[in-house]
């Protein structure tokens, strides 16, 4: 599915083996010129709402928290710990202990999780993130952290800036920043940078690099050429470059030195010949596939009821509810079919990569159609686990290899002492059952409760 807000009509392109748009009106944000002085009023109005609305995460300090009695299931392959105690100071673990505490300071907050598992934040390798919405539905589902793949890059700066803010009631986010296109970018130049030579290429990784972006994202109109300027560039910087393919093929591009490949394009998934060739690839260059299943089971239901009715459709702003109805009414039979059997497809490329000892990546493509924030990330695991994943493999694709995907495998990803504690206290097994993650009690980002039933 598309890479970013999407602004057209799907079509399946047959050449590029891929999910494409034509041009339909997305729903606008209007943003007229506001006085300096009413925009600071409004946004000290909002924070004061904020800060009655949502005591939990705005007020508590990030002290010393003890959640003890869970079962810990960490992230790390070890086996879970029953009676596991878990201290946190600071926003960090310091303690992770199969007994008790002796004498936990004044003012500790003590968490009672016995009778449930306890694991590490959720991390979203694949969102187009919009503030306000969003943030409550990804923290009620564990989601703690996300990777922004296509905004602008001083908004999302200024977002990601923003969420590193102690007590802050949104997930942590990494940015890519806009992605880079060729002559004529799909989504626009508001979230797009169109190059059409090498040195243009450079020069356009150079100034997003330059701003500290955390990843850079190529996009379908880059040929090799232009790939490798920017390849080279990035990996001055120690930055990887993650591809939404078209132009440039999958085994082209992991030659090069592309680090990820989101929805498994540049390649066509169900043709076995090719998709061991990718596999073999992907496990030699250790990459990084990010299957994006969740948005390709929505397209493959267009135009159903069950999507009319599905949970949480009402926490969506009303202008995307109508875009999404639109995106849906305009899919011919023949794109949901197509959907449906790419699907099937990318089922059996995720068991054949996870059995050669690939990384395969959990991402939803939120805010894309009828891919809810938070939630579409649980039906991702649910989907990898149906792939053939165990469910601790599936877990893993949104916590400890996601924080490798990152590049933050030293403070991200498993519940482990002096990395940062963001955990998720759940009502049952997620170790028996993937689909336990839909049980979320409490969940705790920078040793702050940011949510509890």
């Not at 006085?35 to 946004?43: E, K, M, R, Y």
């Not at 039979?333 to 490329?349: E, I, P, V």
Request: charged share 20%; proline share 6%.
């Amino acid at each position: 599915m598309a890479s970013c807000s999407s602004k057209g009509v799907p079509h399946w392109c047959s050449t590029c083996a891929a999910w494409t748009f034509t041009s339909i009106s997305a729903p606008a944000d209007v943003r007229p010129r506001v006085p300096a002085a009413v925009v600071v009023a409004l946004i000290a109005t909002t924070l004061i709402a904020l800060l009655s609305s949502a005591p939990i995460a705005a007020r508590n300090g990030a002290g010393t928290v003890v959640v003890r009695g869970g079962t810990l299931v960490d992230g790390t392959g070890r086996e879970p710990l029953p009676g596991a105690t878990i201290v946190v100071r600071d926003g960090r673990v310091a303690e992770v202990t199969s007994g008790g505490v002796a004498s936990p300071p004044a003012g500790t907050e003590i968490i009672d999780a016995r009778g449930m598992w306890i694991v590490p934040g959720l991390i979203d390798m694949h969102v187009h993130y919009h503030p306000g919405w969003m943030d409550a539905l990804f923290l009620r589902h564990g989601v703690t952290t996300v990777r922004d793949v296509g905004s602008g890059l001083d908004s999302i700066l200024e977002l990601r800036e923003d969420s590193r803010a102690p007590g802050v009631a949104r997930p942590r986010i990494f940015a890519c920043g806009p992605l880079i296109d060729g002559p004529s970018p799909r989504h626009g130049t508001g979230i797009s940078v169109s190059v059409r030579t090498v040195a243009e290429a450079r020069a356009a990784a150079r100034r997003l690099l330059d701003r500290g972006v955390d990843c850079l994202k190529i996009y379908e109109q880059l040929t090799p050429p232009l790939v490798e300027a920017v390849v080279r560039e990035a990996e001055g910087a120690r930055v990887p470059v993650t591809a939404h393919l078209r132009d440039t093929t999958a085994l082209q591009a992991l030659e090069i030195g592309v680090r990820g490949l989101e929805h498994a394009f540049g390649f066509e998934a169900c043709d076995e010949t090719v998709v061991a060739q990718v596999v073999r690839r992907v496990v030699e260059r250790g990459a990084y596939v990010v299957p994006t299943l969740a948005i390709t089971e929505q397209i493959s239901r267009f135009g159903s009821s069950e999507q009319e009715t599905m949970a949480l459709l009402g926490e969506i702003p009303a202008v995307r509810r109508r875009y999404w109805r639109a995106m849906a009414a305009a899919a011919s039979l023949d794109r949901t079919a197509g959907a449906a059997r790419r699907l099937g497809c990318l089922r059996s490329l995720v068991a054949r990569l996870q059995g050669a000892g690939g990384q395969v990546v959990a991402g939803s493509d939120t805010s894309n159609p009828y891919v809810v924030p938070g939630a579409s990330l649980h039906r991702e695991l649910e989907l990898l686990a149906e792939a053939g994943l165990s469910p601790r493999e599936a877990l893993a694709a949104a916590t400890r290899t996601a924080a490798a995907c990152l590049g933050q495998a030293q403070t991200l990803g498993t519940l482990e002492v002096g990395k940062i504690a963001d955990l998720v206290v759940l009502g049952a097994d997620p170790v028996a059952s993937i689909a336990a993650i839909r049980q979320t009690e409490i969940v705790i980002r920078d040793g702050r409760v940011v949510w509890r039933r």
